[in-house]
């Protein structure tokens, strides 16, 4: 059973530049979820799509969007990039359960970005 | 705004011995889930364990276990029998039931000592 996949692995970009990190979901998982791991703190989330649609959103600049595909995968993409976009990007995979129980993210081991 | 505190950057426990993380999280809802994940050198987070905020009893799972304090919004770790493997950070996160905004706090520096 294939998990949560992420490329690459590490990228570094300049400044200004746009960047693109990719996602492929746990086997049969249909919602993704993107989160932005700067050092030494918690991820924050990004955004989630769901049936190819942003489903909901975190407090992030329109330079961050995204994509979801009909295979479920996602992509992230950023937009004139800042130093202060250098982190971990994390993808997350779930797969929305029926009643009370909580839908659980599962990981991927992330993108690490650099921005010179 | 829902955050999540967790007031111990760093601890240190002996293989074999017992520890516990602390996290406290402050929200207004209540219905919501909490979770604790580990996140070791290779980046990826696993979740450890949840705990759905309706649920009375706290959750276990093999050597790990929650203390689940509803009214002072209180949500520890306890690893028991700790394993050289334990060693990583540990994120305790906070989701409302019916929203996919995961909150993490800033997490825990498990050491584990031979």
């Known amino acids: 059973d294939a998990g949560v996949t992420q490329s690459p692995t590490h990228l570094i970009k300049t400044r200004g530049q746009q960047v693109t990190l990719r996602c492929s979901p746990k086997?049969?998982?249909?919602?993704v979820s993107w989160y932005q791991q700067a050092l030494g703190q918690g991820p924050q989330f990004i955004f989630q799509?769901?049936?190819?649609?942003?489903?909901q959103r975190g407090n992030f600049p329109d330079r961050f969007s995204g994509h979801q595909f009909p295979n479920y995968s996602s992509e992230l993409n950023v937009n004139a990039l800042l130093l202060g976009d250098s982190a971990l990007y994390l993808c997350?995979?779930?797969?929305?359960?029926?009643?009370?129980?909580?839908?659980?993210?599962?990981f991927g081991p992330g993108t690490r970005l650099t921005v010179l | 705004a829902q955050t999540v505190t967790q007031s111990q950057p760093e601890m240190s426990v002996q293989e074999a011995e017992t520890v516990t993380l602390s996290c406290t999280y402050d929200?207004?809802?209540?219905?919501?889930?909490l979770f604790w994940y580990k996140q070791p050198p290779s980046r990826q987070m696993i979740l450890v364990i949840r705990?759905?905020?309706?649920?009375?009893q706290n959750a276990t799972e093999n050597r790990f276990s929650v203390n689940f304090q509803k009214a002072a919004k209180s949500f520890s770790l306890k690893i028991s029998d700790s394993q050289l493997g334990d060693a990583a950070m540990y994120f305790c996160?906070?989701?409302?039931?019916?929203?996919?905004?995961?909150?993490f706090g800033a997490g825990t520096r498990l050491t584990v000592k031979p």
């Open positions: 997350a995979s779930s797969l929305p359960l029926a009643g009370a129980s909580p839908d659980t993210q599962y």
């Open positions: 086997s049969g998982h249909d919602t």
């Open positions: 799509y769901y049936e190819e649609e942003e489903r």
């Open positions: 929200t207004s809802e209540s219905d919501y889930y």
């Open positions: 705990q759905e905020a309706y649920k009375q």
């Open positions: 996160a906070y989701r409302s039931a019916g929203n996919n905004d995961m909150r």
